[in-house]
């Protein structure tokens, strides 16, 4: 079976700091990882997939197969990154099934 | 033109009542979900719906029941509610085939059971 674990419930940093939001998975097949985010009064929406390898609003997350972890990381936070931040993992049938880790609540501190 | 919609946003019921959560997506997608978040934030799929087929049901009660009547909407009807019911529930659509994982979300819909 499928989990994502996300250990960090609440996290806040001040501005211009880096950021790291943690994620760590288990599932016996070849995984897609994903961060999705929940800006205060907004929708859920997608943030970034690992297989992309892309970066957005200044994020980034490398899948790492032996620590079974997709981190989220930023450099220099901003007040703008204050959300919640939820990892998931699809299960790669054919539904799209995502599913989700705990979430993060990151607060960038002025 | 909101792509995915839900109504009502906010829902306030007794214990055993009936009640219906709607959803409706314009982006042409042939996959909704819905998902239950509850008061930890967490959030857990319950169903998906690809053509008008169940294709997946994670150990929710039968007391909820997803109706599509078409593509386009799937609504989540809930009996007898329990006090346990109450949480924020999102629906979701994908195209399944496009990109992998990027499921777009409605607002959610508040249901609290009293």
């Known amino acids: 079976a499928q989990r994502v674990t996300q250990p960090e419930k609440l996290l806040s940093v001040f501005k211009g700091a880096p950021v790291e939001l943690k994620c760590n998975y288990s599932?016996?097949?070849?995984?897609?990882l994903f961060w999705y985010v929940q800006y205060s009064r907004q929708r859920l929406q997608l943030l970034l997939r690992?297989?992309s390898r892309e970066s957005i609003k200044g994020f980034t997350a490398d899948l790492n197969k032996g620590e079974t972890s997709f981190h989220l990381k930023k450099p220099f936070a901003q007040e703008e990154d204050s959300a919640m931040y939820y990892c998931?993992?699809?299960?790669?049938?054919?539904?799209?099934?995502?599913?989700f880790g705990t979430g993060t609540r990151l607060t960038v501190i002025p | 033109d909101t792509a995915v919609s839900q109504t009502p946003k906010y829902l306030v019921t007794q214990m055993g009542n009936d009640k219906s959560i709607k959803c409706e997506q314009n982006?042409?997608?042939?996959?909704m979900y819905w998902y239950k978040q509850d008061s930890k934030k967490f959030l857990k799929i319950m169903f998906s719906?690809?053509?008008?087929?169940?294709?997946i049901n994670e150990t929710v009660p039968n007391r909820f029941s997803p109706k599509s009547p078409d593509k386009a909407h799937l609504n989540l009807h809930i009996n007898s509610l329990e006090l346990g019911d109450s949480a924020v529930y999102f629906c979701?659509?994908?195209?399944?085939?496009?990109?992998?994982?990027?499921?777009?979300f409605g607002e959610g819909s508040r249901l609290t059971v009293l």
């Open positions: 998931a993992l699809t299960d790669q049938t054919g539904a799209n099934n995502l599913f």
């Open positions: 979701a659509s994908s195209q399944v085939g496009g990109h992998t994982g990027e499921l777009f």
């Open positions: 599932y016996s097949g070849s995984p897609e």
């Open positions: 690992h297989i």
């Open positions: 982006l042409g997608h042939d996959t």
């Open positions: 719906y690809n053509n008008k087929e169940l294709i």
